[in-house]
C-alpha cells in the first residue's frame, strides 16, 4: 500500500526481540514499530515519552520548547490549564511529527448488568476480588 499510495519502497525486517530494541535504542532503523500503554491515568504516561534524552524516546526526537511545556504540564494543578497545555504539545508534534499513530489498542468487555464490582481500569486486568452477582 505504501508503494501504491504514496511511491515508497519498504522492505520489512523480522529481528530477534533483543536485537530489535538494541537498534532501536542506537537508532538503526529508518521506521520503527513502538506501543504504548498507560500505567497510571494522566496525559503524561504518554507526553514524557518524548521529553529530549527520556528513557523511552527511541525517536531522537528534542525540541526544547516541548520540554518547556511538559515541565509546564507536571507542575499544573488547573485542569483546564492542563488542557490546554496538552494541546500545545500535540501541535508541536503534529507539526514535527516524530512519531505516527497508526492505531491504538482497544478491548471490549460484555458484563452482564447483574454483576457488580467490575471496573475499567487502563492495563484492562481486572482483578476479580469483590466482582459478584447482585442478588436483588
Not at 514524557?48 to 511545556?69: C, E, K, P, V, W
Request: hydrophobic share 40%.
Amino acid at each position: 500500500m505504501w508503494k501504491v499510495n504514496l511511491g515508497i519502497d519498504i522492505r520489512l525486517t523480522n529481528q530477534e526481540w533483543q536485537v530489535y530494541l538494541g537498534n532501536r535504542r542506537q537508532g538503526n532503523y529508518d521506521i520503527s514499530r513502538a506501543g504504548w500503554v498507560a500505567s497510571y491515568n494522566d496525559g503524561t504516561v504518554f507526553s514524557n515519552l518524548l521529553l529530549t534524552g527520556a528513557g523511552n524516546n527511541n525517536s531522537g526526537f528534542a525540541n526544547a520548547r516541548y520540554d518547556a511545556i511538559a515541565a509546564q504540564v507536571a507542575r499544573e494543578g488547573d485542569r483546564a490549564r492542563r488542557v490546554d497545555l496538552f494541546h500545545q504539545l500535540g501541535a508541536i508534534l503534529a507539526d514535527e511529527m516524530p512519531v505516527m499513530p497508526i492505531y491504538y489498542y482497544t478491548s471490549k468487555c460484555l458484563v452482564d448488568p447483574r454483576v457488580r464490582g467490575w471496573h475499567d481500569t487502563l492495563l484492562d486486568i481486572h482483578p476479580l476480588q469483590g466482582v459478584h452477582f447482585a442478588t436483588d
